[in-house]
RNA sequence: GUCCCCAUCGUCUAGCCUGGUCCAGGACGACGGCCUUUCACGCCGUUAACAGGGGUUCAAAUCCCCUUGGGGACGCCA
């Protein structure tokens, strides 16, 4: 039944779980021929050193429900249940932008949700394109999302040694050969190809010659030339291929170096990785890693793939689509939960719940309800989720946080950035600030002194009418009298007093009293914004006002 | 070109596996209203979708086939 199997291949479909197992960990030591097992941090026999090692790991928990729905097959019974390990393994050729985050949260997710463990990996083996500063800017994304990854970040480059003597093991096994095609060679075999309508790859004329390593020469992988290889993709269910559509991939480049779907590969198994959640684009390469597994003799981990992420005008998201990368939305003034609870929620849902906080996240997630259609990001819910978790946020963080901002949108000399004085303000602009760029943005007419305060010139022309200055002169003794600035209720009722003496509305000093407090038609509430602005800084703005 | 995948309101989605409870539910947006000292918040309401065509069935958003549309892959990139 097709729900239980986790790959298989055809003709030898599927040959049960007891032959994968027993190839299973632990890891023999890669120098082959030693096949010695691992000891502590080097092999025990030909001494060469364990390029990772995983962080001490307890007894294997059992995890809450299914740990590994629908592979029990690939364990006999007697297995212990086992833990979830994923990973997020992204190369270093730019930032991590939305579609990275949001796999690297779904990976974090799914290990995390079942007690399970996540891992990082950069992918660097592309020296070219590979930087240092990429690496930097995708660890500082990672942590600013709360993705935080279990033990050592494992670096590909650091471990050339490793998957070449993983491919010598292929060479031994007659699972791979020796190329000696050019990139030119190769690429006329191609456009042939292409040319008779068929599916352009290499031909394999290498493939039974018998060849030794040679300058110029890559290894390449033996595959079946026919034969169907699937597997139960967590989100896209049954998934297979004709192996003849496979070609033989390279596994070892002309200069040394592994290839991609080598390198994943030795690596996953050499972490123990379970379960690999990745973007979409990766399907085609999985039966190609699977037969990798196979020829190995190792498990095969449960594999997943996520639809991407649009543009609004359907395509896929690119850099003319505006903000790509993770910490982009920081500078636009976005909380990391805001970010995590969006990206969650596009493309997984459960029932008909938007806010979805870290923890219930993490109790909820489960990659049945992964969606398999690729969605379109909505920067207006993004908002209006951050606008949510802004009103959530306690004033004292937000505060913390909005010096960066002021600074971001100019000037902060001669700004009160008080931290106290700041938390004060922050509850007045919580239910109104979308962004905290936009909180930044209204918080600064609090922080400058009276005499630096900028006015509107249009609502001082509109609002500051002859008499409506008249009646801020006549209130202002009542203000400077006044000791209950903790009570903007107590401000507010003196007010009144003074307009139902003179049988006035309150529209009449409403926002003539705003633009002499604020500078501005739009604002906080009045008697709110003198409570924070203080007794003294509230009268030395009404007086400025008068005269201006 | 070849192979693979996808398809419910403008957008994110629930429902689809286990057909009837769906003349399709929620949310964002938009629009209108209420509240109100401004701006917001909040509250109430309106708008709007099963891509098309064939089957199967008493009954289909749900199962099957085809078409169309969209996407991905086909690298000595990852």
Not at 150 to 178: C, M, P
Request: neutral net charge; aromatic residues 8%.
């Amino acid at each position: 039944m097709a729900a239980t199997w986790s790959w298989w291949t055809s003709p030898t479909r599927a040959s049960s779980g007891s032959a994968s197992r027993a190839a299973a960990k632990p890891a023999p030591c890669p120098s082959r021929p030693c096949a010695t097992a691992w000891s502590a941090s080097s092999c025990a026999r030909c001494g060469a050193s364990r390029p990772w090692k995983r962080p001490e790991r307890p007894a294997r928990r059992s995890a809450p429900s299914e740990p590994w729905p629908g592979a029990l097959h690939i364990y006999s019974s007697g297995d212990p249940p086992m833990t979830i390990v994923t990973r997020f393994a992204p190369s270093p050729t730019g930032y991590l932008h939305i579609g990275g985050a949001r796999t690297a949260l779904f990976s974090w997710l799914l290990a995390k949700s079942q007690g399970g463990e996540f891992l990082l990996r950069v992918e660097d083996t592309d020296r070219e394109r590979s930087t240092q500063e990429a690496t930097d800017a995708i660890l500082e994304a990672m942590e600013w999302l709360g993705l935080t990854a279990e033990g050592e970040t494992v670096f590909q480059s650091q471990r050339f040694h490793l998957y070449n003597s993983y491919i010598d093991t292929l060479l031994a096994k007659g699972h791979a050969y020796w190329c000696q095609c050019t990139p030119e060679e190769v690429e006329a075999m191609r456009e042939q190809a292409r040319a008779a309508g068929k599916k352009p790859k290499y031909d394999g004329r290498c493939r039974e010659l018998g060849l030794g390593p040679g300058a110029g020469r890559v290894v390449r992988f033996k595959g079946p030339l026919d034969g169907v290889t699937g597997f139960d993709d967590m989100v896209k269910g049954p998934t297979s291929v004709q192996n003849a559509e496979l070609d033989d991939m390279i596994l070892r480049r002309s200069d040394g170096a592994p290839t991609y779907n080598l390198a994943v590969v030795v690596d996953d198994n050499d972490m123990d990785v379970t379960h690999v959640l990745r973007g979409d684009d990766h399907v085609a390469n999985t039966p190609r890693q699977i037969l990798l597994y196979k020829a190995f003799g190792w498990r095969v981990p449960k594999f997943g793939h996520v639809p991407m992420i649009l543009g609004p005008d359907k395509a896929k998201l690119s850099k003319r689509h505006g903000a790509l990368s993770v910490m982009e939305y920081k500078k636009m003034g976005y909380l990391p939960e805001a970010l995590v609870n969006y990206l969650a929620r596009l493309g997984w849902s459960h029932g008909d719940q938007e806010i979805f906080p870290r923890e219930d996240l993490l109790r909820l997630f489960n990659t049945n309800n992964l969606g398999k259609s690729p969605s379109v990001f909505d920067l207006k819910k993004l908002e209006w989720l951050n606008a949510h978790y802004i009103k959530e946020s306690t004033p004292e963080r937000l505060a913390a946080l909005l010096p960066e901002y002021l600074a971001d949108a100019g000037e902060t000399a001669g700004l009160n950035l008080d931290p106290g004085y700041l938390a004060g303000i922050v509850p007045l602009l919580q239910p109104r600030a979308k962004t905290l760029v936009e909180m930044a943005d209204m918080a600064r007419f609090f922080l400058v002194p009276a005499n630096a305060l900028a006015y509107d010139d249009k609502a001082v022309a509109e609002q500051l009418t002859p008499e409506a200055r008249r009646l801020l002169a006549d209130l202002l003794p009542i203000y400077e009298a006044a000791q209950d600035y903790r009570d903007h209720k107590a401000l507010e009722a003196r007010t009144q007093a003074f307009l139902d003496a003179r049988e006035l509305k309150f529209k009449a000093v409403a926002q003539p009293l705003r633009v002499a407090l604020t500078g501005k038609t739009a604002s906080p509430g009045l008697f709110e914004t003198m409570c924070v602005l203080g007794r003294d800084e509230s009268c030395a703005r009404i007086k400025r006002a008068l005269v201006l």
